[in-house]
Structure formats: C-alpha cells, structure tokens
Nanobody
C-alpha cells in the first residue's frame, strides 16, 4: 500500500508563501486523483485541493486563486504551492487520495501569523 509523508510546513507571515510536499513510498502514477486536506484547531478536516492523473485540478473556494496543486509522477510526489497566505490558513495539512482511502499521515503544520 502507498504511504504518504508530508513536509514543507512552517511559520510564515500573512501574505507569504510555502510549498508543501507529499512524498509517496510507492508509485502514484496509477492513482487517479490525489489531494490535500487541512485541519485547523477545533475544526473538522476539510478538503483543500485535488489533482487528477492527467493534471486536472479542483480547489476549495477558500483557497482558489491562491493555492496550486501539482504532481510529479516520476518523483511520486504531490505538491501544494500556497501563496498570499492568511491566518485562517493555519492548520495541519495532509495529503491523501480524493476521496481518501489511505491511512492519514502525521501531516505538516502551517502557521500563518498576522
């Protein structure tokens, strides 16, 4: 089974940028749709963005125009470029299939200060 490890989070000022990475232990080329989710303190885990095997993308309204998801099947990695970050983007970010069916990893913490 494919396992996923998230990285790239950190502390950033509002308006700043981060790029998250999701490294898979195995090939993701056969997985039709991968995505990012996030869970803010006291909130449910929400879907953020998804990308199909051939590159089609979808975004939650809250991040549309600011975030960009991409995948590199040769590197078995999914990315999330986050620009114009806002304090409300503060959350633990996770990757998984969309819909999800793999075990959740530890995620990577993104903290946006005002």
């Amino acid at each position: 089974q494919v396992q996923l490890v998230e990285s790239g989070g950190g502390l950033v000022q509002a308006g700043g940028s981060l790029r998250l990475s999701c490294a898979a232990t195995g090939s993701i080329s056969s997985i039709n749709r991968m995505g990012w989710y996030r869970q803010a303190p006291g909130k449910q885990r929400d879907w953020v963005a998804s990308i199909g095997g051939r590159g089609s993308t979808n975004y939650a309204d809250s991040v549309k125009g600011r975030f960009a998801i991409s995948r590199d099947n040769a590197k078995n990695t999914v990315y999330l470029q986050m620009n114009s970050l806002k304090p409300e983007d503060t959350a633990v970010y996770y990757c998984n299939t969309v819909p999800y069916y793999l075990p959740w990893g530890q995620g990577t913490q993104v903290t946006v200060s005002s």
